[in-house]
């Protein structure tokens, strides 16, 4: 394994200026590519973790503020990347690490940037982005640097404002993957016989989510995002998995209808983040956009079912409107009883959903969080045992040919 040089290489920095749609402006220093990127001011809270925050595809479309002072300390590697490539689509840090140090760097993460053209702006006061985003919203924003930093501020707003707001975003099918492919148990050290077989559909899935079923016995078949009911089946699962992602979930019309045919068909179902939303709306509920999101791994929930305070990993700009008062009925009206089983301490906004009458259930946080807290990484081991305990119900086939069971 190749480690950071001793010394730090020397790059031209070039002014930069992170302009937002309401005009506030803050200037800086060239990170990464020059250039000019857009796309949707947020912040996010992790102290650690900034190599998983930039390769996490939920934060496609994004301009990305760190409110740790100082990033790139520990460099990047191959290991620690939660997918094939930097998703965010722009990054703002106040202090950039001189040079990587430690034993694992194989590379600086100023350099991969650069290398993979993400534009970013360093010498940021973050505090008060972060502060300005808290009391006005996530907004559109854009960063510019180089030559585009010296255009007047007024024409650089009218390219902030031209582009489309991240309500009505399409973006899961952009970051998903062309072609299905397997995790097998055994590629990550389980000696015994394969537990489950689970279909994950890749809406902007992270690496640790199929190691963490593998670990534990279960063969995943990770399916791209469009995948029809009948890719589902020809995995022969013994669950279905939806994973998180980017953009608006009242956009993923093709996703809700899947499931509805996955819960019509009594297949146990487990949901994370965009996978929690379009449970949601095909149960009949609404979504809708939160005004800054939450973003970190530091966030509080409740699991209401044991009054245990788990502390989360999450990143998400949408959410589930849902009565906290439950059990209720479904809206949709044939899905029976369903309940919130988990709420944010900081403002109660839904974290999961359990449906009482299928075997079904969801969160909005990230179980498998590799840069966080791994509280909640029961909620693997939790599915498992709802995919067995579908298999011994009376009347279920045995197998994964259960998942056939319901079909039209």
Not at 27 to 45: D, N, Q, W
Request: hydrophobic share 40%; proline share 6%; charged share 25%.
């Amino acid at each position: 394994m190749s480690h950071a040089p001793t010394t730090a290489p020397v790059h031209r920095q070039a002014p930069a200026v992170l302009v937002l749609e309401d005009g506030r402006t803050f200037r800086g220093r060239a990170y990464g590519a020059e250039g000019t990127t857009l796309g949707e001011a947020v912040f996010a809270t992790g102290m650690t973790g900034y190599q998983e925050t930039i390769t996490d595809p939920s934060y496609a479309r994004q301009l990305v503020v760190q409110t740790a002072p100082h990033i790139g300390n520990t460099g990047v590697n191959a290991d620690d990347a939660e997918s094939r490539r930097i998703w965010v689509a722009g990054y703002v840090i106040r202090d950039a690490a001189r040079r990587p140090s430690n034993w694992r760097s194989e590379q600086s993460l100023d350099d991969q940037l650069r290398e993979q053209g993400i534009v970013g702006i360093e010498g940021v006061d973050t505090r008060a982005v972060t502060r300005h985003l808290r009391e006005r919203g996530a907004m559109r924003a854009g960063i510019f640097s180089g030559p585009d930093a010296a255009l007047p501020a007024d024409r650089l707003l009218e390219r902030v404002l031209a582009q489309p707001s991240m309500a009505g975003a399409r973006l899961a099918e952009e970051v998903s993957i062309d072609e299905a492919y397997v995790v097998e148990p055994a590629d990550h050290g389980w000696t015994g016989e394969t537990v489950a077989t689970v279909a994950a559909l890749d809406l902007g899935i992270k690496a640790m989510t199929p190691r963490h079923f593998a670990q534990r016995g279960v063969r995943t078949v990770v399916l791209p995002a469009g995948a029809s009911f009948d890719d589902v089946l020809a995995a022969r699962p013994d669950g279905v998995f939806m994973s998180n992602g980017p953009g608006d979930p009242a956009t993923a019309d093709a996703q809700v209808e899947l499931l509805r045919q996955v819960l019509d068909a009594r297949v146990p179902f487990f949901g994370i983040c965009f996978g929690n939303q379009i449970l949601g709306r095909a149960l009949g509920f609404g979504t809708y956009k939160l005004r800054y999101g939450h973003r970190g791994i530091n966030q509080p929930v409740m699991d209401r079912r044991t009054g245990k305070v788990e502390i989360t990993s999450q990143n998400h700009g949408f959410a589930v409107d849902a009565p906290l008062d439950g059990p209720v009925e479904a809206p949709a009206g044939k899905y029976g009883r369903v309940e919130v089983s988990h709420v944010c301490l900081n403002d109660d906004v839904v974290e999961g959903l359990a449906c009482l009458d299928l075997p079904a259930f969801s969160v909005q946080y990230h179980p498998e969080a590799a840069a966080g807290p791994h509280d909640s990484a029961y909620l693997f081991d939790r599915f498992i045992d709802l995919m067995q305990a579908e298999k011994d119900r009376p009347g279920s086939r045995p197998g994964s040919d259960s998942t056939t069971q319901g079909e039209n």
